[in-house]
């Protein structure tokens, strides 16, 4: 009876996780310098990030965000409440993580924006999570819901898992960049692979610092982007592989993963091409984001079936 209301409040939920993900990240990437001119001497400076703090389109952002935010935590409470006599294990259980990930998430949000580089990891791979299970929500309350899994499941299973660990991974080292700083190191050119082994204090998420603050190898900074390139390229072999071995169906939610993964991984190219361009990242952001969400679906239409509650 409630089914059509809550299909449009999950969708509403997802739409919402989407523009806090991208209005956070257009703040973070802007106030940075991705975008100011002269490009890329503007990058990393306190000016720049003064004046982009001070702009009107961060103003915009910060009000999106606490808006979005707000009735992002009001409609998921609504909605696992309206849902919960219908839902089985599995979607209980989605329904309750995705009320513990926002808490979370307002928790963090008090320290946010940090130096502490966990701190922005937290934000982006939250803002991931929100989006993977809440479109998990959505397709299971819709036609999706029907769709079993043809496959054997505990292959399929370990292979969300494995996936789901590779989007991870890829989108704290690619947070790690902003973080650091490190948004232009390749702006002249990484024209070969470049790995220092100062990298690895960089990678640490309780070490405080920009990128050249904490190390004085110049390459330093361009293994952060080496190293994603390196795991986006694995990630969509290993997504290909599954989806090749596996020989899934055209249409499927795991062919779309791919297709998002892939779109992802062009716009990467496109902004290490044409670096310094704020819509061209920030659109790369929200693919990840629809990258998860396509994960959520995939994650959801392999979960082990529970009985559930008439
Ligand atoms: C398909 C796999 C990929 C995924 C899921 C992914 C995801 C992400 C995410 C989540 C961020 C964080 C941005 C933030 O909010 O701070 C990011 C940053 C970034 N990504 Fe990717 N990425 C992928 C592949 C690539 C590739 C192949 C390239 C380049 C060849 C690339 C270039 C970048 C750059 C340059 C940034 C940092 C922007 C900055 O801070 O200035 N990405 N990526």
């Known amino acids: 009876m409630m089914a059509r ?12 996780a989407l523009v806090i993900l991208g209005s956070s990240a257009t703040l973070r990437l ?18 720049t990030a003064n004046q982009a703090q001070g702009s009107s389109l961060a103003k ?38 995705l009320i513990v990930v926002t808490g979370v998430l307002a928790g963090v949000g008090l320290y946010t924006p940090s130096p502490l580089p966990a701190v922005t990891i937290i934000n982006v791979l939250g803002g991931l999570v929100l989006i993977g299970l809440s479109a998990a929500l959505l397709s299971r309350s819709t036609a999706l819901a029907s769709c079993r899994p043809e496959l054997p ?12 660990a590779l989007l991870a991974l890829q989108a704290a080292v690619g947070a790690m960049i902003s973080v650091r700083v490190a948004g232009n190191a390749c702006a002249a050119s990484c024209p070969q692979l470049t790995w220092s082994p100062d990298a690895l204090a960089l990678l640490n998420p309780m070490l405080s610092g920009r990128w050249n603050a904490l190390s004085s ?12 390139r390196i795991l986006g390229a694995a990630l969509l072999l290993t997504m290909a592989s599954i989806i090749y071995v596996r020989r899934v169906a055209a249409g499927s939610p795991w062919s779309w993963l791919l297709r998002v993964t892939i779109a992802t991984f062009g716009l990467g190219v496109a902004s290490a091409i044409w670096d310094g361009q704020l819509l061209v990242t920030v659109t790369h952001v929200l693919l990840a984001g629809l ?10 239409s392999v979960a082990r079936p529970r009985s559930s509650p008439t």
């Open 153 to 164: 499941a505990r292959f399929m299973r370990r292979a969300v898992w494995t996936l789901l």
């Open 217 to 228: 190898d110049l390459t330093a900074g361009q293994s952060l982007h080496w190293l994603h």
């Open 60 to 97: 915009v952002l910060r009000l999106t965000h606490r808006t979005t935010a707000s009735a992002f935590a009001i409609l998921v409470i609504a909605a696992v409440a309206i849902g919960w006599r219908g839902w089985g294990g599995p979607m209980r259980l989605i329904g309750l993580s």
């Open 5 to 16: 209301p809550l299909r449009a409040l999950l969708l509403t939920t997802l739409l919402l």
């Open 291 to 300: 990258g998860a969400a396509a994960l959520g679906v995939v994650g959801i």
């Open 30 to 47: 802007f106030a940075n310098g991705i975008g100011c001119d002269p490009w890329p001497s503007c990058y990393g400076l306190a000016e």
